[in-house]
């Protein structure tokens, strides 16, 4: 009897002590999962975004990089983890649009094993040469890889990104023959690039975009439809290759059964943010991205019209991974 009461108490106190623990979210760091290199554009993202939840929470939120597999070691994670708001990570275009469309067997399933929070920023990406090689323009890259098939190397951060799926579009379209380079993530290929030991690649805006400012790499065009406004002197690929388009978009995602309030909080907070001026600045003027409605309003039809939109470079690349 004495047994049955105490499990009777418990059970009847688990509710009120959940919505304690509700209630004073966040007690304690939360970790937020970059399942991407350091170095890269989402790993810029992941800590600028974090840096604005500490500030707002009082709490530590910090980046965890766990890169590997296309995005898909550091998303799995997320998707598996406790969803207790203490480990929250970077969606992608990667994460949430290409990698369904490349693996047989893909081990997460983001439209049921993760939530939304909000977007954080839609961006083209940008191709970018050594600067030791003789081009100043798309059209002229073109001339030089038809003349010497098979001599010239892309680099990407890894096999199936959007990074390298540009480049894959790019090779079909222009119908040259380069050759992929994969790296474990966008940080590492840079010395690389910088070197001359790879010829090109295609980098998210945030950080190839510091790097042809500084005139380490000699930028040639961006893969949206129309011309960034941050960098307005750089055309677009389809101004040369007419109908070439590519674009990038990052996150924020917690695990499914993560309580409603807490969502609802990092939304806010989340929001609140990306309206600050200094990071509207960051965002649009220095890195090169555009800020999409923040939230999760309408991002199930934003991620159907995504993949409709990027099939045809999956189509073009040939590439199945598993």
Same mark, same amino acid.
């Given at each position: 009897?004495?047994?049955?009461?105490?499990?009777?108490?418990? #059970?009847?106190?688990?509710?009120?002590?959940?919505?304690?623990?509700?209630?004073? $979210?966040?007690?304690?760091?939360?970790?937020?999962?970059?399942?991407?290199?350091?170095?890269?554009?989402?790993? !810029?993202?992941?800590?600028?975004?974090?840096?604005?939840?500490?500030?707002?929470?009082?709490?530590?939120?910090?980046?965890?990089?766990?890169?590997?597999?296309?995005?898909?070691?550091?998303?799995? +994670?997320?998707?598996? #983890?406790?969803? %207790? =708001?203490? !480990?929250?990570?970077?969606?992608?275009?990667?994460?949430?649009?290409?990698?369904?469309?490349? @693996?047989? *067997?893909?081990?997460?399933?983001? %439209?049921?094993?993760?939530?939304?929070?909000?977007?954080?920023?839609?961006?083209?990406?940008?191709?970018?040469?050594?600067?030791?090689?003789?081009?100043?323009?798309?059209?002229?890259?073109?001339?030089?890889?038809?003349?010497?098939?098979?001599?010239?190397?892309? #680099?990407?951060? =890894?096999?199936?990104?959007?990074?390298? /799926?540009?480049?894959?579009?790019?090779?079909?379209?222009? #119908?040259?023959?380069?050759?992929?380079?994969? @790296?474990?993530?966008?940080?590492?290929?840079?010395?690389?690039?910088?070197?001359?030991? &790879?010829?090109?690649?295609?980098?998210?805006?945030?950080?190839? /975009?510091?790097?042809?400012?500084?005139?380490? &790499?000699?930028?040639?065009?961006?893969?949206?439809?129309?011309?960034? $406004?941050?960098?307005?002197?750089?055309?677009?690929?389809?101004? !040369?290759?007419?109908?070439?388009?590519? !674009?990038?978009?990052?996150?924020? =995602?917690?695990?499914?059964?993560?309580?409603?309030? &807490?969502?609802?909080?990092?939304?806010?907070?989340?929001?609140?943010? /990306?309206?600050?001026? %200094?990071? *509207?600045? *960051? $965002? +649009?003027? %220095?890195?090169?991205?555009?800020?999409?409605?923040?939230?999760?309003?309408?991002? +199930?039809?934003? /991620?159907?019209?995504?993949? *409709?939109?990027?099939?045809?470079?999956?189509?073009?690349?040939?590439?199945?991974?598993?």
């Amino acid at each position: 009897m004495i047994q049955r009461r105490a499990l009777l108490v418990a #059970a009847l106190a688990a509710p009120a002590i959940a919505r304690a623990d509700v209630s004073s $979210w966040p007690a304690k760091t939360v970790r937020f999962i970059c399942p991407f290199a350091p170095g890269g554009g989402t790993d !810029t993202v992941s800590r600028l975004i974090c840096d604005q939840l500490s500030r707002r929470f009082g709490q530590q939120f910090v980046v965890d990089n766990k890169s590997g597999a296309g995005g898909n070691i550091g998303t799995v +994670e997320l998707a598996r #983890a406790a969803p %207790d =708001g203490y !480990t929250l990570g970077l969606i992608s275009v990667a994460s949430h649009t290409l990698n369904p469309m490349l @693996y047989a *067997r893909l081990p997460y399933d983001p %439209d049921k094993e993760i939530v939304s929070i909000s977007r954080l920023a839609v961006l083209p990406n940008l191709l970018g040469v050594t600067p030791s090689l003789p081009v100043s323009s798309v059209a002229e890259l073109i001339e030089v890889c038809k003349a010497n098939p098979g001599k010239y190397s892309f #680099a990407s951060s =890894g096999p199936g990104s959007s990074l390298h /799926l540009s480049g894959e579009l790019f090779k079909a379209m222009a #119908a040259v023959d380069i050759i992929h380079v994969p @790296y474990k993530g966008a940080g590492p290929a840079y010395n690389d690039l910088v070197s001359g030991t &790879i010829t090109m690649m295609f980098a998210n805006m945030p950080s190839m /975009l510091p790097q042809v400012r500084r005139g380490r &790499i000699r930028g040639l065009g961006v893969t949206s439809r129309e011309r960034s $406004w941050a960098a307005p002197d750089l055309p677009t690929i389809g101004e !040369t290759l007419p109908g070439y388009a590519a !674009t990038s978009w990052y996150g924020a =995602g917690a695990p499914t059964g993560t309580p409603e309030p &807490i969502l609802a909080r990092l939304e806010t907070a989340i929001a609140e943010a /990306l309206a600050e001026p %200094d990071i *509207r600045k *960051r $965002w +649009e003027t %220095d890195l090169g991205m555009d800020m999409p409605p923040p939230g999760r309003k309408g991002f +199930e039809i934003f /991620l159907a019209e995504d993949r *409709r939109l990027w099939a045809p470079a999956v189509k073009a690349s040939g590439v199945r991974l598993d």
